[in-house]
């Protein structure tokens, strides 16, 4: 095993993560499927050394290049509402960042495909896929508001930085039946929607309000 699996390894404690678990379940979710995937992964793998010791805090942390690891509460929730939809073969994710939310799909579906602009954090994600030898990711560097229609259609997408409205592009890469999860708003107000694709077009539900660094255009 490499010396950085080791990096923290107080903070990995099964009481420690278990009192994660505990919280997640207290603030409303259900699924067991997806609480046993934020049990099995490290998240302190997925953040500098300097917050390893805060990785197990319900809360968003600094990444670098002016992004966020997403709150547990909040990836436990949209990938609970994702497979609501049933069990699914693959997935887009848009917004790598750390590669957390990623992880724990690839732990509940059999491929993941996830996005990211910014080549760094890609790389660094990448790094940790392969320590923990996670093998169902595929990354692409590109920006991700057009999707990857090459790969398409997809059974479910996670979007996790906020465009202002729905990008049509994805909703025309999700199956008929699938759903995408997504944040919508500018940088002061968001709000969680569900989209499901239909034969006609697209039905969307809105859920609850939420933050996220906002879905920028290019890539870096
Ligand atoms: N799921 C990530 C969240 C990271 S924050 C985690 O838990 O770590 C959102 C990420 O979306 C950032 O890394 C940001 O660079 C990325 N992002 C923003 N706009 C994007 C776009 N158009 N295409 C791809 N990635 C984008």
């Given at each position: 095993?490499?010396?950085?699996?080791?990096?923290?390894?107080?903070?990995?404690?099964?009481?420690?993560?278990?009192?994660?678990?505990?919280?997640?379940?207290?603030?409303?979710?259900?699924?067991?499927?997806?609480?046993?995937?934020?049990?099995?992964?490290?998240?302190?793998?997925?953040?500098?050394?300097?917050?390893?010791?805060?990785?197990?805090?319900?809360?968003?942390?600094?990444?670098?290049?002016?992004?966020?690891?997403?709150?547990?509460?909040?990836?436990?929730?949209?990938?609970?509402?994702?497979?609501?939809?049933?069990?699914?073969?693959?997935?887009?994710?848009?917004?790598?960042?750390?590669?957390?939310?990623?992880?724990?799909?690839?732990?509940?579906?059999?491929?993941?495909?996830?996005?990211?602009?910014?080549?760094?954090?890609?790389?660094q994600a990448r790094k940790r896929f392969q320590e923990l030898h996670v093998r169902n990711i595929r990354l692409h560097h590109r920006d991700g508001g057009m999707g990857l229609p090459e790969y398409a259609p997809f059974d479910g997408i996670l979007v996790t930085a906020a465009p202002e409205g729905i990008p049509r592009a994805l909703v025309d890469q999700l199956r008929v039946g699938g759903c995408m999860i997504l944040p919508i708003g500018n940088r002061s107000e968001q709000v969680l929607v569900r989209v499901t694709r239909t034969r006609a077009g697209y039905e969307k539900e809105l859920l609850e309000q939420v933050v996220f660094v906002p879905l920028l255009g290019g890539t870096l």
């Open positions: 095993m490499s010396s950085s699996l080791h990096r923290g390894i107080g903070m990995t404690s099964l009481r420690t993560r278990e009192r994660l678990i505990q919280r997640l379940r207290d603030e409303g979710i259900g699924n067991q499927a997806v609480l046993e995937a934020i049990r099995n992964t490290p998240r302190h793998i997925f953040v500098d050394e300097a917050l390893a010791s805060r990785a197990y805090e319900d809360t968003a942390l600094p990444i670098g290049q002016g992004q966020t690891i997403s709150q547990p509460f909040i990836v436990a929730r949209m990938t609970e509402l994702l497979l609501e939809a049933g069990p699914l073969e693959t997935v887009l994710e848009i917004g790598t960042g750390s590669g957390y939310q990623t992880a724990i799909l690839s732990k509940l579906v059999k491929r993941v495909y996830s996005v990211e602009r910014i080549k760094s954090l890609q790389l």
